[in-house]
């Protein structure tokens, strides 16, 4: 497999939801969810001189209407997670990466993309990368299926070239991640994993 060489001075680490409630544990757990917390970690604190910027992004819902049910699909709605000032809210504490900016989405509605967040200023993701003349992103974190796919859907579709760390991410099914990779890529999404980076070492 060819090496993806993202060392052009404008590229950005977008790390997606990694919160208590997405991992074991928590009221929506992913399988593997810490383990992506402690791989994140690692490949930042190895490669953060490959990025511009690590920015990470994070649900935070207060009365999501029609997202929470006590019945949930688990395609559109969901049991109630992420709620604003409890400790499923918050970063698993594994994840350990200083981002540079945080994007808290979702208060009082659904919200997938991290281009539906903003940081504490008011500014929204895109703004912040523009701002700062990104041309790439990288995206990890969870859920390959939902947030991870979404983000990176935002970010192409505004022009970014986008790569997904696959390696970095969990799904929530195998069913919906291979659904919504076959769209990402036919969309000019890249899926790598991190050791494919040029010059990279897989996190320990």
Not at 53 to 71: G, L, N, Q, S, Y
Not at 157 to 185: M, W, Y
Request: charged letters at 25%; hydrophobic letters at 40%; glycine letters at 8%.
């Amino acid at each position: 497999m060819e090496e993806v060489d993202p060392v052009s001075g404008s590229t950005v680490l977008i790390v997606t939801d990694v919160q208590r409630d997405f991992c074991p544990g928590g009221s929506l757990a992913v399988e593997g969810g810490d383990e992506v917390a402690r791989r994140i970690t690692a490949w930042v604190r190895d490669h953060r001189d490959v990025y511009a910027a690590v920015v990470a992004t994070k649900d935070e819902h207060e009365a999501p209407w029609h997202h929470f049910t006590d019945e949930p699909d688990y395609l559109n709605t969901w049991p109630p997670h992420c709620v604003v000032g409890t400790p499923g809210a918050d970063f698993h504490p594994d994840l350990q990466c200083d981002p540079d900016a945080v994007f808290a989405k979702g208060r009082f509605r659904a919200a997938y993309s991290g281009f539906e967040g903003a940081d504490a200023e008011g500014t929204y993701l895109e703004s912040w990368l523009r701002d700062r003349r990104i041309d790439d992103v990288h995206v990890a974190g969870l859920t390959s299926d939902y947030c991870v796919a979404a983000t990176a859907w935002d970010a192409v579709h505004a022009g970014f070239r986008t790569t997904v760390l696959q390696d970095l991410c969990a799904g929530v099914s195998p069913a919906t991640t291979d659904s919504v990779r076959s769209e990402l890529a036919a969309a000019d999404v890249a899926f790598v994993d991190s050791d494919r980076i040029v010059g990279a070492k897989r996190p320990a």
